[in-house]
């Protein structure tokens, strides 16, 4: 059995091989940029459901939310059958809540790596119930409130955001960042999330 407990586990366990092969079964995407790809929409859709939570009726609705989806991280035999009864269509409608404009995510992410905008929106709408099932999973276990469970996603955001930098290899894949080679050039990863969310909030 396999218990993810936070975010940092999640994405090292999303980076093994098997599941790279049942993401990638799930999203037609290469394995090639599929586990980056990964990497990158985990810390951003958890900056914008942290954003959203900033207002008392964004945390009360998150809050609400996650009440949809208590069991999907717990006690799972492991990761990849967790990615392959990801719900997508659930997925969008998450995206949708959390980005407000969830093309123009899209058409960024994919203007600035060169991946297909429906390859961006496939591996997006997997991460996202994964993200709310784990955050789902916390609040039940922690007993958290509205306001609990925003902390807790602030944190997750941030810790999600600190693993991609420190453990994952992800220059190669914003090449259309600024004309820049790296992300550094541009403050990082942080910098990145920050101009692709920057219109929306």
Known sequence: MVQINDISEM???????????????????????????????????????SKNAESKAGKDSLSDALEKHKGQTKDVSSIEDVVKKVDTDDGDKILDHAFGDKDKVVDQIAAQTGISKSEVAKVLASMAPMILGMLADKKDADGLDADGVAKQTDIFSKQAEETATNNFDITDLFPKQSGTATPSATGGLGGILGSILGNLF
């Not at 290469?30 to 900056?47: F, N």
């Open 11 to 49: 994405m090292g366990e999303l980076n093994k091989e098997s599941s790279i092969q049942a993401l990638g079964s799930k999203t037609g995407v290469d394995a090639s940029i599929l586990p980056k790809l990964a990497v990158v929409a985990i810390p951003l859709i958890l900056r914008a459901l």
